[in-house]
RNA sequence: GCCGAAGUGGCGGAAUUGGUAGACGCGCCAGACUCAAAAUCUGGUCUGGGUUACUCCAGGUGCCGGUUCGAGUCCGGCCUUCGGUACCA
């Protein structure tokens, strides 16, 4: 019997934090409140604040969702209680391949996996106590969803921004299906199996993103996203400014028009290149060329663009036997082959210049083929040889009338001698390509189109869509799409002259579904229209987007082109979607990437069962700064697990203290005594402190700020209780945003009847607090620390200097010695310079 | 190769942007409580050296130089790691 009760005893002075308990507590009272819930028609002070919605995988929520939503969840809550009408809703992007290749592996269906998953990891989300507003939730393979897909597809049809072509493509032998340029990796293998890449030749749907390339590159300008994000973009759009030349072919009519950004440099043209799939191939190439010029193009079939392009490997080339005219000499120039010509950039055709370009120059000297300076470099002769290519600015020579000039002013003169002849023209390039959409695959959006033997393309009308996706379906791979192969979806009518027609098999790729969803988040039901313009044009662009960097060019820029595309339309009244974005970094476990295939995935569960979710989320958040990421650890968790629990102790220590105190506003620092003087200065700067940090995304050091001002209440029961209440409602609130229900929990133990996030409230820092009536001084001798005085906040240096030459440490340093300078900074260091 | 970011204790990381390097946390060491352990609390913890005592001395932020009274922070030149990109004419 004794025993027990000692035991009794000591478990109830030292209890534990319940954090399942209180969490389910929050998470129920929340939701049925519906306190998460938002009210669109308050747009004063709106703040939409959007993470990357979650792909479904059977996976489930790792440690990197949290890390992504967890602290953003923090911002948002962090905003909420200054008084914005906070947005933050999820959604999944349930259409893709893994369902499909998981479908064909275990013969699940792609529907029931993804819907299965979905319910899995709403469970799972929910348990995060994120601030979501579930009313808002939306699945991108629902038929009312992917409806807009169709329709969006549609009006781009309608304005020749959707279009269809043979083209080159990346072909992926193991998943049977298409990929864009940016899923195909480095090694010219496939960017989701690993399977070498190869090249096949379909008709493909395009999205025409290069009509708005130069707004893509402009709109930059206007955003607040990193630099390092912007400077992607800009580069993969790759604005490139010079001339179109046109070059004649000796002994034909044809011509041959190459890009480039060097006019200036066309004096020194020695020989010009196609590229191999390059129709005047076929038509220029001599009779005694064309064996050599077919060997060349089977050598180079098998290479994916990625490895025909790649800079490690040696150029190739063959020549074709005809002869280019230069229209600025009429110099005849043989025309090769080569690899190295790009049909799919600027004309597909080059002119070489090898005098001047390091690519001409190596191909120059692999086949002798002649080199011609036409630029002096600055401090060089003309007789000089060149080693290397001069890529610089330089005094043109050898170029007939315009010797003599400065190169950079010879690229316009150039120019306007080409305008003026007829031979060329100012032209603007750019890297970026149209955006292939076609997937030969089932789990997409179906592509509204009818092809007809008599009408040709015919689009689905917009009263038919949407074009619903089959349930029964054969998704075992084959050559066929399973689309293509279902009898039923493929065979319809031509709805212009009711001949047997086909269906356009395809798909659409999955970022087109992401291009536009915030617009569909705001009311995701809505029927009528694609997304509830009214919303819209209060509520987007979104002021706050956050995800991985690595959608640095593929998904923020198809979203920044449609949102363009959508403004045209009329519906929407902003130029971009995201006006702020933030990335997270990355979470690595041993130094790789987390992923099932490399069985290093680290399991939230595991933690959130054994500490809770506020502490798991407040630890993510106080490993580093959050645009770094870092490699993952559990070592630290026991400190955010015992920082909740002496936080937990502290309130339930006073718990109802509101019941017989009544905090001030603030207090008069002269009438406080000394212990609450300290507590009140601390308490003040933490709160700028914590705010600073919160808005700028840096939780690693507003959570630090808040474990010091914990650390400095050790005397906070000296206090009385008006100002004890001050100090811990101010605490509660501080907490709430790191961890929600926590700090909800707190605010109620002190005696509250209202919740934090129902009645949202922050606290702003008392100035008077923030000042620090002494501080103390650095001094130092000839730069060197040698001791430090504490002096009146704000003090003149003649009074500091009273203080410092009265210093034994200060005095035996500079003893002997005489005094060159003095310099001072007020609040922070007085150096004396000896010599 | 080119573009970008980063290198700070045993570890994760701070440092008001040129002004006391190492906040906060983990770990470790010592002590308290306990029969004991866990938990908790208190103190210590950059390295080397000196002292009965420390308000002592020297060195120290990837490496080598420089600017400055003063450099983790700025400049020049390297090295390493991680991201992006791959002949764009």
Known sequence: MGK?????????????????????KWQKFWEEKGI?????????????????????????????????????????RYRKLKGYNVFEPMGYDAFGLPAENYAIKTGIHPQDSTL???????????????MYDWDAELMTCAPEYYKWNQWLFLQLYKKGLAYRKKAPVNWCPNDQTVLANEQVQADGTCERCGTPVIQKNLYQWFFKITDYAEELLDGLDKINWPEKTKLMQRNWIGKSVGAEVTFGVDGSDDEIKVFTTRPDTLFGVTYVVLAPEHPLVDKLTTDEHKKQVEEYRDSIKSLTEIERTSTVKEKTGVPIGAYAVNPVNGEKVPIWIADYALITYGTGCVMAVPGHDERDFEFAKKFNLPIRKVILEPGTKE????????????????????????SDEGIKKITEWLEEKGYGRKKVNYRLRDW???????????????????????????KDLPVELPYDVDFSLGGESPL??????????????????????????????????????????????????????????????????????????????????IRDLGLTNSDEPFQTLIHQGTITNQGAKMSKSKGNVVNPDEFTVDYGADVFRLYLMFMGPYEMGGDWSDKGISGTDRFVNKVYDLFKRNENLLNDASPKDKYDVDSL?????????????????????????????????????????????????????????????????????LGEECWQLLGNDTSLFENPLWFDADPAGLVEDAVNIAVQVNGKLRSTVQVPVDSEQEKVKEVVFKDEKVLKHIDGKSIVKEIYVKNKIYNIVVR
């Open 436 to 462: 292939l959409i076609s997937r030969q695959r089932y789990w997409g959006t179906p592509i509204p189109v009818i092809h007809c033997p008599e009408c040709g393309e015919v689009p689905v009308d917009e």
């Open 673 to 741: 005594s000394d212990d609450e003087k300290f507590i009140y200065k601390k308490t003040n700067q933490t709160l700028k402190k914590v705010d600073e940090e919160l808005e700028q995304f840096h939780f690693n050091t507003a959570i630090a700020a808040l474990m010091e001002l914990l650390n400095n209440l050790k005397n906070i029961d000296k206090c009385s209780n008006d100002f004890k209440a001050y100090v811990l409602t101010r605490f509660a609130v501080m907490t709430a945003p790191l961890a929600p229900h």
């Open 36 to 76: 998460h819930k938002t009210d669109f028609s308050k747009t004063e002070k709106k703040l939409y604040t959007l993470v990357m919605f979650i792909y479904p995988s059977g996976a489930k929520l790792h440690c990197g969702h949290w890390y992504n939503y967890g602290p953003t969840d923090t911002w948002a």
């Open 4 to 24: 027990f009760a000692i035991n009794f005893k000591i478990f109830n002075e030292n209890m534990r934090y319940p954090h399942a308990e209180i969490e389910a």
């Open 383 to 406: 007789d000089d040889e060149l080693t290397e290519a001069f890529t610089g600015v330089g005094t043109m020579i050898n170029s007939g009338e315009f010797n003599g000039l400065k």
């Open 484 to 565: 293509a192969r279902n009898e039923k979806f493929i065979n319809v009518k031509c709805p212009k002259c009711g001949t047997d027609a086909k269906r356009d098999p395809d798909t659409m790729d999955t970022f087109v579904d992401s291009s536009w969803y915030y617009f569909r988040y705001l009311n995701p039901h809505i029927e009528e229209q694609m997304f509830d313009k009214e919303r819209a044009d209060k509520w987007i662009p979104v002021d706050m987007y956050v995800g991985g960097a690595e959608h640095a060019t593929m998904h923020l820029l198809y979203a920044r082109f449609i949102h363009k595309f």
């Open 116 to 130: 299965k998953n979905i319910e899995d990891i709403r469970q799972q989300l929910k348990k995060m106590g994120c």
